[in-house]
């Protein structure tokens, strides 16, 4: 993926002056039809998801379909989801920043907005999985009466935390950062109370040679942290299971696995946020073809990475010689749970293999359908990596099934109404092209564009009157 | 004492780039450059001293890394040490993935701080004639040091550079 | 937690109404009630009311103990009540009592819960009206005067000595006749004694005697007679670590508990039990060179194993050899006792004694048809039924519906509102075994008291206080005991010793025995046999059918323990079922008839049931519990927690369970419980059983079995013979060495408490599961969580199936949380609310547990249990029941087997108290307590003379899940298996 | 100049500053009663008691001895001086004083504390039973209270000779009981960590038994 497969980042021969009317006007238009059915579907799903979430936390976990075996079922496998789609972004943002990848400019903001919308997501999770979330405070090891009592640094639920937490913070702040010469076209588009508003937010930003070298430098060291980051957060996450002794979960393979199976879901969203953004948002000049093709190459590399991940476990299992571990193989190839790994090997492995072909790759149907199906296949993964491995570990005594309830399946739509609803705001509200590096991927070429000025349009006066004032 | 700075608008980046070097050839000081992107090489030509962000991230990062390392530590090993699964006390493996999550946390923060502390004002006026440099003005800002250039050379300096406008104004050295 | 009461003080059913209850909070003393007071700042104040005069003895908070007797069944085993601030919160088995040893069963640990039943009647009641007890006495005083001789008084077996005093002076006085009847009937054994030897007795059984063991459908560890002694004497006579060890051959057509701890075990119909048994009986009758008197019956089934098995018996013959009956055919109950017979068994050295006959059983099937026929030839004018609920227990074929209408005044002493109630004209209802006087004879020497542990929480009186009212003795019902006791006992038990000091002697023992009863000699009545052998035998059904054998489970044995829901939650050890009866088909017959588990099948005209498969059992019978489909049971429909997918437990207006007795038969020879002919035909439908167990084998399924690793090694089975001869080698196990990557920095210099459970003497009688239920306040949280796989309890029996055929093993394995040190639940949790205490316990710090269910995935054993809702606690009589000293939890919480270490604090408070160090066995865990077979050993494994850490050393010993290294504190320590003798040593015998 | 930093870097000091302060200082939070001084519905004095009569805490609260529960006395045991004390000496030495000026037996004063006493034992003025009356409870306010998932033990206090006064602070000098700590956690810890552990005691961390045991288990169960 060189730059130099880009001709061109952006089609349509846009000036500075199209690029932000491309950028900003919609956000200062009334929303369009289908951006209210949108947000409406999806504030549906949210509130759905409210309310269950509501039910579950007044009535206790037993409405979720978790038992004495199968200690978490969709809440972690949602978590898992989530933090995996969120993993794009950061990807998109500081590792094709750092390697200088100048066609991510198009989606780098609406990646990094995925992001953080996608962690909230996911943050939601390990909250309201708790018998009482009420005391979730107690994870946090702040000075307490009670002895004082700090936490157990040896849990990777604890690490999770710090993880998140710092992924959040670092991911929110980048975005932030690089939002802010934005915001400040926003400000200097808008008036009144809007502008009053977006001043605040853009923080005095005049485009300063001083602030443009810092901020760029800013983005350079964040980029540079978030890197390492977001390996180590799938990592973390991992380590929810690779720790642990259940067979199925207790694999060294889980950090890179994790991480590259994070890669390979979060493509895949920004893959189908990005195809209807374009539609909707009308930015077919901004999200070409070629990004689109650009991501499928990706999305084949690590659908490829992901099921040699999958032959991996299988292996590691058969050579480990341990019984417990072939059996967990086993039983998630041909056990009662068969069916999930299935979906999971059609949709992650197989399904992929058809982004080979230059023709499935510009069909943006196709894409977008292979998107969705890749999707489907990540939530499975972690839901076959969770269940499969717990429903039937050690004593078959203990054995037992997993069968989700109506309140964990409106959770789970109501993570995506969340989702959606959020994008949908950030996509009325905030530019979704970082229009400020458009602009630098467009210069080269627009250079010239301009006709000179007829004459010098006299400014003496303004001289005369500031100094009068 | 006081000074007459001169503000002039450009369209592109390599007009303003041409612009940035008659000022300096016609003797004018260029106190600042605003554009709608950054514009790389610019730096040198103004005179913007290496940014001091990288220490203020280095130094959250070892920070933090140190923080967490000691206060994992200090509250496993030393303050109340429970036998939890077997582990030793100070299990020093176990610690490192907080330790490298607040090293990125506090070294992130750092920069942004460092980001915010030294460019951001919250009560920024910005110029009317100035609110295109977000979009597509570029604009030079120069100081004349005393008379040495001429009103008549200034004036021929900005028609030469195709600026688009021209301002000046006069600002109270303190 | 922090804004409920706290349980130990809550002595006051704030709900509870009726004058004896607020009394009872008068008398229990103190007790804290909260109160929100308008206009404090500081929350909720907190009262506390202390009793406004001391009791004697009784110091808040410190438990004290009553030996009194169990009231679950007949089997009267010696109990020490647990009592604080006023009231009993456990049962323990007495270890002193000469029965019972300090083991009891579920079913006693739970009758606790049914002291506080809120739904049983309070005061007399006649004619559906609440009456005062005078009234009801001069009622019954008049009829019994007006029917004289025309009066019935139907009882379970007496086995209380002054109450049999007062029927008999019923009897003199006013011509009553006394019926016993059981509905767990022993009355074929009986009536075979009576026949063969005159003695119409049941033999106290002397089974640590035993060498050769040989029981026919006897269920004596599970639910025959007196299941805790007798599982105390087989133990005693099985001790694979250096004793002896009995070989024990089960022949039966369901699998029952006793056939699964049985060396060798086969599956026969009821109607072979007789030629099996003939077979026997001639092989013995040939080694001792005599001639059977009777005809054999041919057509034994595996002759050649029966011969075998004859001639272990007959090698062991004069003392060591004992054939167990436990049929309902008279007729094979004869050619047990002439069996017995010939081995010696009745003999000085004997395993059964005639001389110590039980007083347990006394019930004639005969007699009982007999007072049906006399009620519906309207020859009863008045019955008084006691203990019994004849409509529940007796099938609708024999009448006593249609009869009992005949009767003038039907009179029931039964407290729980039962079916019988809806006929009855008085209720004189009795009080708990808790709560009143009372005593038991359980052999002719010995003798049980029975004293109040509580004040009355209801109007109750004894039988015997009924009975001495109703012919005029108004005395309290103490005195009527003293009195028989200074008449009767004292004299024949004491006769040296002051009344009131051997009184209180027995009180404070809560029994006494005389020092040996002597052996009955007997002789054998061989025509009365041979007339036995003539009595109608159980015939095979014709065709496809299958034969119906009805069977107590061990929890709810009979219909009068249904109202427990301790009880009725305790998984069936067989079919690990909770909540429901269920038809058990062996695999081959349910392959037959098309069915799988949890399909609804018809047995018989219209008893419908769920299908559980259980292998081992005869396929040609179909095994059906009773004591189930009792009426009123659906007040447990809202047992569990109510939500949007919630079910309820059971329909209102339905039944828990089915109830089986109608298919009971009764035929001239009495009642049978097996043999009848039935249809089982699938109804289409399928419901969800709630069990605890999904999978039954220790193999995994076989298409996704491991080459090498197709059985899991959680219950090692080794062979007696191995290990006597290569105790080293025994388990066939390659012992792991212990390796670890940590240094141990937490060396400690105390107790590391531990648990030793003894696989071989585990017989999965689940007494554990409701001592451990009962000691830690273990919520029951109803069929709809269990089916969720939800089931609360701390202490679960896993039951597996291994081996097929003739193979087939059925272990039982006591599981819960095996203590780790190097616990893989602690290292996950995240705000270190499960971690390891320096004695090493695993400590569950409920308050501090934020619900992330992380440990309960990262246990291999999956020990731990999450509190999903929070679970049912309205019942504030029931509550009475919680241990004050364990923290109820609340929702959102995990908690598991502390290894009840309130009793650990206990023992180290009393130990600091009085200076004394704690000694081995000062602290025993309720499940180790209650235990009948002594599975259980707990104490310090850093105390190398301590028993658990002698068993724990020994070669048997191993733990579960070996290879992870987690170093449980449980130690198992494999089943044995005391396998038939080599072809090479029968010929010899 | 930038000011935004600034600000939010004082945020976060305030933040964690408050936390620690809470944390540290004398703040109550909530569920912590230190310093609950309820009425009760009699005025006993621990400060007459306790102070004046020097009575031994333990004569009354016998159960501290032997159970968790020090226990609150049961009325029978406040009789057992008060069958013969039925009022303060002053007004007795007022009573014996006017009777001799008149020149009669002094009558028994019955204070009017002690009639709320009698009232609940059912005794008349002459401390003779009042037929019918039942002995009714006396609801008395508690004032050291804990969570119902923390077991303290009285006895193992005791046996450890710890005075009273150590926890309930200066009974004898108070008037009305007031609950003098707090009862956090952090407390007990505290007092745990700073007491040597007994001569043979067993289960410490480490090598040596370095002090009382402060396992979870100790408390919560």
Same mark, same amino acid.
């Given at each position: ?469 | ?174 | ?334 050619? =047990? %006792?002439?069996?017995? !017979?010939? *081995?010696?068994?009745? @003999?000085? #050295?004997?395993?059964?004694? /005639?001389?110590?006959?039980? &007083? ?15 009620? =519906? %030839?309207?020859?009863? !004018?008045? *019955?008084?039924?006691? @203990?019994? #609920?004849?409509?529940?227990? /007796?099938?609708?074929?024999? &009448? ?33 075994? /808790? ?555 | ?221």
């Amino acid at each position: 993926m060189d730059s130099h497969a880009f001709e061109r980042v952006i089609d349509g021969d846009k000036n500075l002056t199209q690029v932000t009317e491309d950028v900003f006007s919609p956000l200062e238009k009334r929303g369009t039809g289908r951006w209210w059915t949108a947000f409406l579907v999806a504030a549906s799903a949210l509130f759905l998801g409210l309310v269950a979430i509501g039910y579950q936390v007044y009535t206790g976990i037993g409405t979720w379909g978790l038992n004495r075996t199968v200690g978490w079922g969709f809440d972690i496998t949602n978590f898992v989801f989530w933090v995996g789609i969120g993993h794009a972004g950061t990807l998109i943002s500081a590792v094709l920043l750092l390697f200088r990848q100048k066609w991510r400019t198009s989606i780098n903001r609406a990646a990094e907005a995925m992001t953080i919308f996608a962690v909230m997501c996911a943050g939601i999770f390990p909250l309201i999985h708790m018998g009482r979330p009420w005391l979730a405070h107690w994870v946090f090891p702040y000075p307490n009466p009670r002895g004082p009592l700090w936490v157990n640094w040896r849990s990777p639920l604890l690490w999770d935390v710090f993880a998140i937490g710092t992924y959040f913070t670092i991911s929110a702040l980048f975005w932030y950062v690089g939002l802010v010469p934005d915001l400040a076209t926003a400000r200097d588009r808008a008036r009144g109370i809007r502008k009053r508003i977006l001043s605040l937010f853009s923080l005095g930003w005049n485009g300063s040679a001083r602030s443009w070298s810092r901020h760029e430098i800013a983005c350079v060291l964040l980029a540079g942290l978030a890197t390492p980051l977001v390996v180590s957060v799938h990592s973390v996450v991992s380590t929810d299971f690779a720790t642990a002794v259940i067979p199925g979960w207790h694999a060294t393979l889980f950090p890179p696995y994790f991480v590259i199976g994070a890669v390979f879901s979060g493509f895949a969203m920004v893959l189908t946020l990005m195809l209807i953004a374009r539609k909707v948002m009308h930015f077919e000049d901004y999200i070409t073809p070629r990004h689109i093709g650009a991501m499928c190459k990706i999305l084949c590399f690590t659908g490829t990475i992901v099921g040699l991940a999958y032959m991996t476990e299988f292996f590691t299992a058969w050579y480990s010689a341990a019984p417990y571990e072939q059996f967990v193989f086993m039983n998630r190839a041909a056990g009662p749970m068969a069916w999930a790994f299935w979906i999971m090997v059609s949709c992650n492995v197989i399904a992929p293999q058809l982004l080979w072909f230059r023709k499935v790759r510009t069909s943006l149907a196709a894409v977008f359908v292979l998107a969705l199906v890749i999707n489907v296949g990540m939530w499975f993964e972690r839901f076959v990596i969770i269940v499969t491995s717990l429903h039937r570990d050690f004593l078959p005594s203990a054995w037992s099934a997993y069968i989700p309830t109506s309140i964990e399946i409106a959770t789970l739509i109501g993570s995506f109404g969340l989702f959606f609803t959020l994008f949908l705001l950030f996509c009325r509200f905030v530019p979704m092209i970082a229009a400020a590096e458009i602009k630098t991927v467009i210069r080269d070429r627009r250079a010239s564009d301009d006709a000179p000025p007829a004459a010098l349009p006299v400014g003496a006066a303004g001289v005369d009157e500031r100094r009068a004032a | 004492m006081s000074r007459r700075i001169h503000v002039a608008h450009y369209t592109s980046e390599q007009r303003l780039l041409g612009a940035v070097k008659g000022c300096r050839d016609a003797g004018l000081h260029v106190l600042d450059v605003r554009s709608p992107y950054p514009i790389h090489g610019l730096d040198e030509l103004v005179g913007i001293p290496r940014s001091r962000l990288p220490i203020a991230c280095l130094v959250g990062g070892v920070t933090g890394l140190g923080l967490a390392t000691w206060f994992q530590y200090w509250t496993s090993a030393t303050d109340w040490p429970i036998d939890v699964g077997g582990k030793p006390f100070d299990s020093l493996p176990a610690f490192a993935p907080v330790a490298f999550e607040v090293t990125i946390l506090l070294a992130g923060l750092a920069t942004v701080f460092g980001l915010l502390f030294r460019t951001t004002r919250l009560r920024a006026e910005i110029p009317e004639d100035e609110l295109r440099v977000t979009d597509d003005r570029f604009v030079l800002v120069a100081v004349r040091p005393d008379a040495d250039v001429s009103d008549a050379a200034l004036a021929r300096l900005w028609i030469a550079t195709e600026a688009v406008h021209t301002s000046e104004y006069v600002e109270d050295e303190r | 937690m922090a804004d409920t009461d706290r349980t130990d003080d809550l002595i006051l059913p704030v709900e509870g109404d009726g004058a004896s209850r607020r009394s009872f909070l008068k008398l229990a003393g103190f007790g804290v009630a909260s109160a929100a007071l308008a206009g404090c700042t500081r929350g909720p104040t907190r009262l506390v009311v202390p009793r406004p005069t001391g009791a004697e003895g009784v110091v808040p908070g410190r438990p004290y103990w009553i030996a009194t007797t169990c009231g679950g069944c007949e089997a009267a085993c010696g109990v020490l009540a647990k009592c604080r601030d006023g009231r009993p919160i456990k049962l323990e088995g007495n270890p002193q009592h000469g029965v019972s040893r300090g083991g009891l069963c579920a079913v006693g640990q739970a009758s606790l819960l049914d002291l506080y039943d809120g739904r049983l009647v309070d005061g007399a009641q006649l004619r559906g009206s609440a009456v005062e007890w005078s009234a009801l006495d001069d009622e019954m005083r008049t009829a019994l005067t007006a029917s004289r001789g025309r009066t019935r008084l139907l009882t379970r077996t007496l086995t209380s000595p002054s109450t049999r005093a007062w029927v008999a002076r019923l009897e003199k006085q006013h011509g009553v006749r006394h019926v016993e009847w059981d509905p767990r009937s022993a009355s074929a054994l009986l009536d075979a004694h009576k026949a063969c030897f005159g003695v119409r007795a049941v033999p106290q059984m002397r089974l640590e005697r035993a060498r050769v063991l040989v029981a026919f459908d006897a269920d004596f560890l599970g639910t025959w007679l007196s299941p805790v002694e007798l599982a105390k004497r087989y133990r005693a006579g099985r001790n694979p670590d250096g004793g002896a060890v009995s070989r024990h051959i089960q022949l039966e057509s369901r699998l029952s508990l006793t056939g699964c701890a049985a060396d060798e075990r086969f599956a026969i119909a009821p109607w072979e039990q007789r030629a099996a048994l003939s077979a026997i009986c001639a092989r013995l009758a040939e080694h001792a060179g005599r001639k059977p008197p009777f005809d054999l019956v041919p057509d034994a089934p595996r002759p050649d194993d029966l011969v075998r098995i004859a001639d272990e018996l007959w090698a062991a013959r004069g003392g060591g050899a004992v054939l167990l009956c436990g049929s309902d055919d008279p007729g094979a109950q004869g050619l =047990a %006792a002439y069996a017995n !017979d010939l *081995l010696g068994a009745y @003999g000085d #050295d004997g395993v059964l004694n /005639l001389g110590a006959r039980s &007083g347990i059983r006394r019930g004639d099937d005969g007699a009982l048809a007999q007072l049906v026929a006399d009620m =519906a %030839a309207g020859e009863v !004018d008045v *019955l008084i039924v006691d @203990g019994l #609920d004849p409509l529940y227990e /007796l099938p609708g074929e024999l &009448g006593f519906r249609d009869a009992v209408t005949n009767v003038g005044l039907v009179v029931t002493t039964s407290a729980q509102p039962d079916e019988l109630h809806s006929v009855a004209d008085a209720v004189a209802p009795v009080p708990h075994a /808790l709560a009143c006087w009372n005593d038991s004879q359980q052999t002719a020497g010995e003798y049980s008291l029975c004293q109040p542990t509580v004040p009355a929480l209801r109007s109750a009186r004894t039988l015997r206080a009924s009975l001495a009212a109703w012919l005029g003795d108004s005395r309290e019902d103490r005195e009527l005991l003293r009195d028989h006791w200074r008449t009767e006992i004292a004299p024949r038990l004491a006769r040296n010793v002051p009344f009131d000091a051997f009184f209180d002697r027995v009180l404070h023992d809560g029994f006494v025995a005389s020092s040996g009863e002597g052996v009955l000699g007997v002789s054998l009545d061989a025509g009365a046999l041979a007339e036995l052998l003539r009595t109608a035998a159980p015939a095979a059904p014709a065709g496809d059918g299958l034969a119906l054998v009805l069977h107590a489970n061990v929890a709810v044995p009979e219909g009068r323990h249904a109202h427990n829901p301790w009880l009725q939650e305790v998984p069936d050890p067989l079919t690990t079922i909770v909540w429901d009866n269920a038809a058990c088909l062996a695999p081959e017959t349910a392959a037959r008839l098309g069915v799988k588990p949890d399909d609804v099948v018809r047995v018989g005209p219209d008893l419908e049931l769920p299908v559980r498969v259980v292998p081992g059992q005869d396929p040609r019978v179909v095994a059906v519990a009773l004591g189930y489909g009792v009426s009123g049971t659906d007040r447990f429909s809202r047992i569990g927690p109510s939500w949007l997918e919630g079910r309820l437990t059971v329909q209102e207006g339905g039944t828990v369970g089915s109830r089986a007795a109608e298919l009971l038969s009764f035929d001239a020879d009495g009642l049978r419980w097996n043999g009848r002919a039935v249809d089982v035909v699938g109804t289409g439908e399928s419901v969800e059983v709630a069990a605890t167990q999904d999978h039954h084998r220790l193999e995994v399924p076989e298409h996704l079995a491991p080459k090498r690793g197709a059985v899991r090694d959680a219950v090692l089975i080794t062979d007696l013979k191995t290990l006597q001869e290569d105790p080293a080698h025994a388990l066939h196990r390659h012992h792991v060495p212990e390796s670890t990557l940590w240094p141990d920095d937490h060396v400690t210099t105390g107790p590391r408490w531990g648990m030793a459970i003894d696989l071989a003497a585990c017989n999965g009688c689940s007494g554990c599961v409701v001592a451990c239920q009962a000691e830690n306040n273990v919520p029951v949280v109803g069929k709809d969580e269990v089916r969720r796989h939800r089931e609360m309890t701390w202490l679960r029996i896993d039951r597996y199936f291994v081996g097929h055929g003739d193979d087939l093993r059925t272990v039982h394995q006591p599981m819960m949380c095996q203590h780790c040190e190097n616990a893989p639940c602690e290292t996950v949790c995240p705000v270190l609310a499960t971690v390891h205490s320096e004695d090493g316990l695993n400590q569950q710090v409920y308050n501090r547990c934020v619900g992330t269910r992380y440990c309960a995935n990262n246990c291999p054993y999956k020990t731990r249990r999450f509190n999903w809702f929070e679970y049912e606690r309205a019942d504030e009589l029931r509550n009475l029941a919680l241990n004050p000293d364990v923290t109820v939890r609340s929702r959102g919480v995990m908690e598991k087997c502390s290894m009840c270490v309130q009793r650990i604090q206990e023992g180290k408070a009393e130990s600091s108290r009085t200076g004394d160090p704690l000694a081995d066995g000062a602290v025993k865990t309720a499940c180790q307590q209650s235990c009948p077979a002594d599975a259980i050993a707990f104490g310090d494994l850093n105390d190398p003379e301590s028993s658990v850490a002698q068993l724990v050393r020994g070669p048997r010993a191993y733990t579960v899940l070996e290879e992870l290294n987690v170093a449980p504190g449980v130690t198992y320590l494999a089943d044995v298996r005391n396998a038939p003798k080599s072809a090479a040593e029968k010929s010899h015998g | 100049m930038s000011w935004t930093a600034p600000l939010a870097f004082a945020g976060c000091v305030l933040c964690i500053g408050m936390g620690v302060v809470v944390a540290e200082s004398d703040v109550r939070l909530p569920g912590n009663n230190q310093g609950y001084e309820p009425e009760q519905p009699i005025h006993f004095s621990h400060r007459v008691h306790a102070g004046e009569l020097g009575m031994d805490c333990l004569a009354c609260h016998f159960a501290a001895e032997q159970s968790r529960h020090a226990g609150i006395p049961s009325l029978d045991v406040c009789m057992g001086c008060h069958t013969h004390v039925t009022s303060g000496f002053d007004a007795v030495l007022e009573e014996r004083d006017v009777a001799k000026a008149e020149g009669r037996e002094p009558r028994r004063i019955v204070s009017p504390e002690l009639r709320k006493l009698y009232d609940a034992m059912g005794l008349d003025d002459d401390l003779e039973p009042i037929p019918g009356a039942e002995a009714k409870p006396i609801e008395w306010v508690r004032v050291h209270g804990i969570a119902d998932y923390v077991y303290f033990d009285h006895r193992v206090h005791v046996a450890r000779d710890l005075a009273c006064e150590q926890c309930h602070g200066p009974v004898q000098s108070m008037e009305r009981v007031r609950q003098e700590s707090d009862l956090s956690m952090g407390w007990c810890i505290d007092c745990h960590r700073a007491s040597p552990a007994e001569p043979g005691a067993v289960g410490m961390v480490g090598a040596e038994p370095k002090h009382v045991s402060i396992d979870c288990v100790r408390c919560h169960y």
